[in-house]
């Protein structure tokens, strides 16, 4: 079982313990199957733990028969909640429309309905992979303006479908300008 830790709730006041990250990291994920290792795993986190999240107001929990399901409070989806949604910062980004190279202009942020649903889809609640493809779409317009090429410039939706920001890291990785430090040191 592999989790994701969110660095925001690091950020949260009062959770101190890697035990209460990584318990209110499986509470905020909604995808997050019953199985075996979940089991084992909050086995381990203390029922201390839990209650000081609960009295914190992080969490609240559902008890049904034998069974008790905890879920996270509107205080901490407001906590973790980023200051723009990733989408919006992406849209904004990405070209309204571009000259194709026979004159025609090519209208590149249709589908916006199906376009958020894909990148919400791609980020999965990450918000390091969602800034990753905001810097790999700066680098793909910035490399494309250079170049004169921005006329090639995919529609969103197919950018997304394609996964071209794929492309873009590789070229972004081959980028790496090296520092020199040769006579920069002084004697």
């Known amino acids: 079982m592999i989790i994701e830790l969110d660095t925001k709730l690091l950020d949260i006041p009062g959770v101190t313990t890697i035990n209460q990250l990584v318990f209110l990291s499986m509470v905020l994920d909604k995808n997050q199957i ?3 290792d979940v089991h084992r795993l909050v086995s381990l986190i203390s029922d201390d733990d839990i209650s000081y999240l609960i009295q914190q107001n ?3 929990s559902i ?3 034998d069974f008790i399901t905890y879920i996270p409070t509107e205080k901490l989806k407001d906590l973790i909640k980023p200051d723009r949604d990733y989408f919006d910062v992406f849209y904004e980004r990405y070209p309204v429309y571009v000259l194709r190279p026979d004159g025609a202009k090519a209208y590149l ?4 309905n199906k376009c ?3 990148f919400n889809n791609i980020c999965r609640r990450s918000s390091a992979t969602a800034e990753h493809l905001i810097n790999c779409l700066d680098f793909e ?3 494309k303006m250079k170049e004169g090429k921005i006329g090639y410039m995919k529609t969103m939706w197919r ?3 394609d996964h071209q920001w794929e492309e873009s890291e590789e070229e972004m990785k081959d980028n790496v300008v090296p520092v020199n430090t ?5 004697i």
Not at 109 to 112: F, H, I, Q, T
Not at 182 to 186: A, K, V, W
Request: aromatic share 8%.
């Open 34 to 36: 019953v199985n075996q």
């Open 58 to 60: 992080l969490i609240s």
């Open 63 to 65: 008890e049904r028969d």
């Open 109 to 112: 942020r249709a589908n916006v």
């Open 116 to 118: 958020r649903h894909m």
């Open 141 to 143: 317009i910035s490399k």
């Open 159 to 161: 950018w997304l479908v």
């Open 182 to 186: 040769y006579g920069t040191e002084l």
